[in-house]
């Protein structure tokens, strides 16, 4: 009953850095997402993959990198960490089709200091 | 294109009374329509959604939500607040073909003793 899995939880970068967020479920679902969550301002997309082997941008991709490894998996890369990326970062996924309502992960805690 | 409007950033209710969460949305087709609910880091859960089939909807934990098309508005109820629906709520629009969602800003729910 595990659904969609973020590795990992919280984490502390130093400007600069690099971090790989991981992102798996278990739904058999083609299309994923990874979002932004900041105060005030609901979740922003920063990525999707509509289907394994394709990634596309969404609202704020600048300063990030994604990677769809496999039907499972969907990972999101900062190439080097700015304080501006500090926020709750959350991975989705969802069936193919309209109207589909998407699955959520418990989301990661990045501060970047 | 598509915009949704959360009216009230936190709303306050005493346990056993009702619970009125203001949504109204932009869009230039027949939108979906979602909410979603947050508890402290956790991620996000579906609570009801708008498909264009009936106008009131029914979701879980008690809740509903009456799609307005005049108003274009999506207002989320419930009759009596419990301690457990402390949390914060989204309202989440989506075209009717495929899965980008744009979220309100998101209302967090106090409900006191």
């Known amino acids: 009953n595990a659904g969609v899995t973020q590795t990992p939880k919280f984490q502390v970068l130093k400007t600069g850095q690099s971090m790989t967020l991981q992102c798996a479920q278990d739904?058999?679902?083609?299309?994923m997402y990874w979002y932004r969550q900041d105060p005030g301002m609901g979740l922003r997309l920063i990525y999707y993959s509509a289907s394994e082997g394709t990634t596309d941008k969404g609202e704020v991709p600048n300063g990030y990198n994604v990677s769809r490894l496999n039907k499972r998996e969907f990972s999101l890369r900062l190439e080097s960490a700015a304080p501006s990326q500090t926020s709750v970062y959350f991975c989705?996924?969802?069936?193919?089709?309209?109207?589909?309502?998407?699955?959520f992960g418990d989301g990661t805690r990045l501060s970047i200091l | 294109a598509q915009s949704v409007t959360q009216l009230d950033s936190h709303v306050s209710v005493s346990e056993g009374t009702p619970v009125l969460l203001r949504c109204n949305y932009s869009?230039?087709?027949?939108?979906?329509l979602f909410w979603y609910v947050q508890h402290p880091n956790k991620g996000l859960q579906l609570l009801l959604k708008y498909t264009s089939a009936a106008t009131l909807v029914k979701g879980i934990n008690g809740f509903e939500a009456e799609f307005k098309k005049s108003e274009t508005s999506f207002h989320l109820t419930k009759p009596s607040a419990h301690m457990s629906d402390a949390a914060e709520y989204f309202c989440v629009v989506s075209p009717p073909a495929g899965n980008k969602l744009t979220f309100g800003g998101g209302t967090r729910v106090l409900v006191k003793p």
């Open positions: 739904m058999n679902h083609n299309s």
């Open positions: 989705a996924s969802t069936r193919t089709g309209s109207n589909q309502p998407q699955h």
């Open positions: 869009s230039s087709y027949s939108p979906s």
